[in-house]
């Protein structure tokens, strides 16, 4: 009986293991990464016809063509090529499914003809994800021009997260594509890029296109490479070779060979085509051809049949199981060639299957306690000896969830406990679990309040960088510009200043009145706090009760502290007109506020007053107010109020009572004050004036009548009465501490819980004799006294006395400036690496623009340090200083659409005048090139090309091959009218180089900068141009001199071109429309002549 149970056993678990083969042939055909196509299939068969490939939908198959694509830098291609135009039928090649990390496929494509290809496009390959259909790192094309552009998206779902290619690519040119999905940790940030004929072979390099998943979930594996016929009017014709998928970036370039293998031979030992031993060993042998192959190595892979084997890196193979297998030696120089030879196996024992699995986490932990942590996870298979001791990881979320990658890595989501499971592959049915607690996931609600909280007066929020997750009610919507593209929304989660936040995020549409909780990074973008790269977003309720607005003067709503808030101002007069952009600015008597159109277009009356609501914003160097619909903007009767709201004096023991129906106000000071001089800070009602003014110094020993006058014209009387106290000030503080203007570069820091100031001067400033202007609590001395000079090349204490006796000692520490040369800014050919950082720079100013405009280039100067590349910068800033000032400057870097610049200035001083500008003398190459970006140049030589714009813009050229524009932006309006600009005529042009609308140009800072060149004359007087005006046939006589003779119209189109001249030519103008025409004569590259034609 016992023999017959263990050979029951044995046979049950052979069948076991059969069944198990037989279930899973259909993934035989999973191809396994790296992963090589070379579309080896027979001509005029459909692509989903062939193994390994399936099918959906109907219509146009994916067929095989004869020939094959090829790029210099990979191997020899081999087999045919796949061809699509339209709508019909999609195919997908399953491979080995990957969670984690990045994985990357490539191919060879050739657009063949655009057909019906739109400028909207569609997308024709992609990864997908599981057996559905959602797909990602979907490749789009588009048209442009004669030519198409190239797309890319995380997900087919995210079309608003499609980023295109600068350039467009040529019809009938084959261009190498590589495409990555990086799996990034959370649920919506995975990114996927784009490699445009990169170098086979290399290193990664940076990628043409990049574009972040902004649009829903990620996807949670890819498994399956797709080719997919859109439509007939968003896929041109392609043919596609080549296609390779695999984990890392050499798998999918691999490095061609000049000597590729040709074939491979497969043998064995004694040519033996059996093993028929329980276990038997086989030395399996390649002969590769040709002998001189460069690389001549093989990679060995056993094929299953109907049995099972293994083989190693050396070829020799080890049966497991009877049947048939196929051992393949493939060539390792990428060429595809491979060699096979089947074997038969005879009495093989059963398999031994596995008994048990054990997990643990690593060094025996079995929690995450981290924020989206990670646990390795291992297991221990037993019996030891087990036939196949493969396992699958698995998680079964429970009160928690998790994700676990096909090595083990647990990644938590959220709390609670979640069960890691490893499945045996053998087919037995073991499995092993652990159960794994999760905490800390939840990040903890973070008030607004301290996302946006800031001592400096326009200071990044001292959160930047992290991750929080914020409660509050959506306020309103935000656009570009009202009824524009939808950017984000507003959150605010109490009322007042700093309680209100921008989420920049279109993946979420919530409506006004939603309370919603997110999970985001805080950024700031050009000196605005936002919340970025949302995750965990919900909905918690609707309809809910908006933040009161806050009502304030429009002088103190346009600050720091309402950015995001919704606010209120009253009794605002219109002071300007609206702009090109649609904003006006309205004012109280208190200060400037722009009110502008993001949410919502409003066309004011200057002069008129108005009550303004809306949402507190920053952008474009100012603080604005967003109303969000035509309730938010009223007509204001005049303001009939005459009120005094505050009343502040330096000396005061406590807040001045203020009665409106006496019209009095009584403030007490402390003891010792001198009442004859002190200077109040007044607060009255909106667009009320006072007389005698805020800030001006009275005699208090009696009582101060101040008069109010109300918007309206009305008026009010106050009596103003101060008392002195006997209570002495027992503040001991320093209130303010500065130098003079032309030595410190920021405002101090006064941090009165540590008695400490902190006080930035400019780099040139001598640390050893500063003298300081001190202000104290009233009644306070200090020693040293204000006004006296001291080395602050070290920290200096300062005693305070307070009134009552008391004292502090105070520590000053004096900083001076870090210099960062333009270079470092500047040194990238992309953005600069210190892009969003604050930096001090010093240089010379090169070119002024002393106005904004709707160029997109605000008010600012050129820096520039030295000759050469990289060193010039834009700044901007209305604080301006005259061509030849060296100055010191400091702002954030910022990056304007590719064009880098220096913007919130906040300090900038004069260090000596009348400095030399050097000039760069470069070619129009140099002028189109990062390098030479914001620096004074010049270029000689150069010909008209395209005539001025209705823009202020033309083109020049030299050599027929380089060319670039030049604007008016830093001339007045015309400027180029005054002066002569013929098409084919040469200059000598000087100016800054500007980068915008992703194209260079040259703006001359005068017109003289402009020198019109004379003429070459080289055998012209003998050319005879006629009949002028023509009708059909254009006589040129006298060219052979020249090389070469265009006919171009208005807009510098070439619509006839002519090379190897005899002395006379003809030129047919029957097929051109009425209008004017150039006709350019050439010696060498360059035009020497143009003349000017009229076809009628």
């Known amino acids: ?57 109907t219509g146009d198959s994916l067929l095989i063509a004869s020939g094959n694509l090829s790029n210099a830098g990979l191997p020899t291609s081999t087999g045919n090529k796949v061809t699509f135009d339209g709508a019909g039928i999609d195919a997908a090649k399953l491979f080995t499914q990957q969670t984690t990390g990045t994985v990357y496929y490539s191919f060879l494509m050739n657009v063949t003809a655009l057909g019906s290809l739109n400028a909207t496009g569609g997308y024709f390959t992609a990864f997908t994800e599981g057996t559905s259909t959602t797909f990602g790192a979907t490749v789009w094309t588009r048209l442009n021009g004669a030519g198409y552009d190239i797309g890319i998206s995380p997900k087919t779902s995210a079309t608003t997260d499609i980023a295109w290619s600068t350039s467009s690519y040529a019809v009938n040119t084959t261009i190498l594509v590589v495409v990555s999905y990086e799996f990034v940790t959370g649920t919506a940030n995975d990114v996927v890029r784009v490699f445009v004929n990169p170098t086979p072979g290399a290193s990664e390099p940076a990628a043409t296109i990049t574009a972040t998943n902004a649009g829903g979930t990620d996807l949670t594996n890819v498994n399956r490479i797709l080719i997919r016929q859109d439509s007939s009017t968003e896929t041109p014709s392609i043919e596609m070779d080549e296609l390779r998928v695999g984990t890392s970036w050499a798998d999918v370039t691999p490095v061609g060979v000049t000597n590729p293998v040709t074939s491979i031979t497969v043998t064995s030992a004694n040519d033996s085509t059996t093993i028929s031993t329980a276990g038997g060993t086989l030395q399996m042998s390649a002969s590769v051809l040709p002998v001189n192959a460069d690389i001549s190595t093989v990679t060995w ?67 995450i306690t981290t924020y989206h ?26 009160t928690g969830t998790a994700t676990i990658s096909s090595t083990g890595l647990l990644t938590a989501a959220t709390d609670g406990v979640v069960t890691v499971v490893a499945t045996a592959n053998d087919g037995s049915g073991v499995t092993g679990s652990l159960d794994v607690t999760l905490s800390n996931q939840v990040i903890p609600v973070t008030t607004i309040y301290d996302i946006q909280y800031t001592t400096a007066s326009a200071g990044d929020s001292p959160l930047v960088g992290q991750l929080v997750t914020v409660t509050g009610i959506v306020t309103g919507l935000h656009y570009n510009y009202a009824g ?89 007069e219109c002071t300007t007109a609206p702009t090109t952009y649609n904003d006006f600015t309205v004012n109280d008597g208190t200060g400037d506020l722009n009110v502008d159109d993001d949410i919502f277009e409003f066309t004011p009356t200057v002069g008129s007053i108005y009550d303004v609501t809306g949402i507190g914003h920053f952008g474009y160097g100012l603080f604005k107010i967003l109303p969000r619909s035509v309730a938010d903007v009223t007509v204001a009767a005049l303001n009939t109020e ?12 406590s807040d001045a009572t203020i009665t409106s129906g006496a019209a009095t106000v009584s403030i007490e000071v402390f003891a010792g004050t001198d009442v004859t001089a002190l200077v109040p800070t007044i607060g009255i009602s909106a667009g009320a004036d006072i007389i005698p003014n805020s800030g001006v110094a009275q005699n208090f020993t009696n009582d101060v009548t101040y008069t109010v006058t109300a918007q309206d014209g009305s008026t009010k009387t106050w009596t103003v009465s101060v008392n002195v106290s006997s209570t002495q000030n027992s503040e001991a503080n320093i209130v303010s501490f500065d130098f003079a203007i032309d030595v410190q570069a920021a405002d101090e820091v006064v941090n009165a819980t540590d008695s400490t100031v902190a006080v930035g001067v400019f780099a040139d400033v001598n640390l050893t004799n500063l003298t300081p202007t001190i202000t104290l609590s009233a009644g306070a001395t200090i020693n040293p006294a204000s006004g006296t000079a001291r080395d602050f090349t070290s920290p200096v204490t300062y005693t305070v006395t307070a009134q009552d006796g008391s004292t502090t000692i105070w520590t000053v520490t004096v900083t001076k400036q870090t210099i960062t040369t333009i270079f470092a800014i500047q040194n990238s050919t992309g953005n600069s ?70 913007n919130t200035v906040t300090s900038s001083k004069l260090t000596q005048p009348d400095k030399t500008v050097y000039t760069n003398t470069v070619t129009l190459a140099q002028v189109n090139s990062e390098a030479y970006e914001s620096t004074f140049v010049k270029v ?14 033309w083109k020049v050229t030299k050599n027929s091959t380089d060319s670039t524009n030049v604007d008016d932006l830093l001339l007045p309006s015309g400027a180029f009218s005054s002066i002569t600009i013929d098409l084919g005529a040469w200059y000598d042009i000087s100016g800054v180089v500007y980068y915008s609308y992703s194209e260079y140009a040259i703006l001359p800072r005068n017109i003289s900068e402009v020198i019109y060149l004379a003429v070459d004359e080289v055998a012209i007087e003998n050319v005879s141009v006629y009949p002028n005006p023509v009708n059909s046939t254009l006589h040129i006589d006298n060219v052979a001199d020249f090389n070469k003779i265009t006919v171009s119209n208005v807009l510098g189109q070439t619509v006839k071109n002519y090379s190897k001249l005899n002395s006379n030519l003809e030129v047919d103008f029957s097929n051109l429309g009425e209008g004017v025409y150039f006709v350019s004569l050439y010696t060498e590259d360059s035009i020497v002549k143009t003349f000017k034609v009229i076809k009628k």
């Open 940 to 953: 000689e030589d150069v010909v008209c090309s395209v005539l001025v714009n209705t823009y202020g813009e």
């Open 484 to 572: 524009g593209t939808y950017r984000g929304y507003f959150i605010q989660d109490a009322v007042g200043a700093w309680n209100g936040v921008y989420v920049y995020s279109s993946a979420n549409t919530p409506t006004v009145g939603d309370e919603v909780t997110l999970t985001a990074t805080v950024s700031e973008y050009n000196g605005l706090t936002e919340l970025t790269g949302v995750t965990n977003y919900t909905l918690n309720s609707s309809g809910n009760t908006l933040p009161t607005a806050t009502v304030h003067s429009t002088g103190d709503l346009a600050k720091e502290p309402y950015e995001g808030v919704l606010i209120r101002a009253q009794f605002a």
């Open 1 to 57: 009986m016992r023999n017959f149970t263990q050979t029951r056993k044995m046979f049950l678990g052979f069948n076991i293991f059969m069944l198990l083969m037989l279930m899973n042939v259909s993934t035989w055909g999973q191809a396994t990464l790296p992963h090589h196509d070379p579309i080896n299939y027979t001509i005029g068969q459909s692509l989903s016809s062939q193994s390994g490939w399936t099918v959906s939908n």
């Open 301 to 367: 892979t056993v094929i299953e049949g109907t049995g099972f084997a293994n083989i190693s890196e050396t070829g020799l193979l080890t049966a497991v199981l009877n049947g048939t297998v196929t051992a393949r030696a493939t060539a390792d120089d990428g060429s595809g060639v491979y060699g096979e030879k089947t074997i038969t196996l005879n009495n093989q024992n059963p398999p031994v299957l596995v008994s048990s699995i054990t997990v643990t986490g690593a060094a025996g932990v079995d929690t």
């Open 373 to 398: 942590g990670t646990l390795q996870m291992s297991a221990e298979i037993l019996p030891v000896d087990a036939t196949d001791a493969t396992f699958t990881w698995s998680v079964t979320n429970g």
């Open 833 to 902: 690496p210190l892009n969003n950082q604050v930096v001090t720079t010093t240089g010379t100013v090169c070119a002024v623009k002393d106005y904004n405009s709707s160029s997109g280039l605000d008010m600012g100067y050129f820096l520039q340090s030295g000759t050469g590349e990289f060193t010039g910068i834009y700044v901007e800033s209305p604080n301006l200083f005259a061509i030849g000032d060296s100055v010191y400057v400091t702002g954030k870097v910022t990056e304007d659409y590719n064009f880098t610049i220096i």
């Open 642 to 653: 005459a009120e005094i709201v505050s009343f502040v004096l330096a000396e005061q023991v």
